[in-house]
């Protein structure tokens, strides 16, 4: 991360990777779709400490499939 040379950049990836990059986390954004599996990946594998977030907004994707994205900060 100390290599990168922008204020921002995106982590995508799994449970794992979040995890490892979550101390660096100032916002989630959650984009849900209307889909139900019987088993998942979790957003976050193991966390040192409990992330702390509050609500920004709530943003259409694909309003008609009931797809949307939340976006949280990081406190």
Same mark, same amino acid.
């Given at each position: 991360? $100390?290599?990168?040379?922008?204020?921002?950049?995106? %982590?995508? &990836? &799994? &449970?794992? +990777?979040?995890?490892?990059?979550?101390?660096? =986390? +100032?916002? =989630?954004?959650? +984009? *849900?779709?209307?889909?139900?599996?019987?088993?998942?990946? $979790?957003?976050? +594998?193991?966390?040192?400490?409990? *992330?702390? *977030?509050? /609500? %920004?907004? =709530?943003?259409?994707?694909?309003?008609?499939? &009931? *797809? /949307? !994205?939340? !976006?949280?900060? %990081?406190?």
């Amino acid at each position: 991360m $100390r290599r990168i040379d922008q204020k921002r950049c995106f %982590v995508i &990836g &799994g &449970g794992k +990777t979040y995890s490892k990059f979550s101390s660096y =986390l +100032t916002h =989630l954004y959650l +984009t *849900i779709h209307p889909l139900v599996f019987k088993r998942g990946i $979790r957003l976050f +594998t193991k966390l040192e400490k409990e *992330i702390s *977030i509050s /609500f %920004v907004r =709530l943003v259409p994707v694909v309003a008609e499939e &009931g *797809i /949307f !994205q939340f !976006q949280f900060k %990081v406190e």
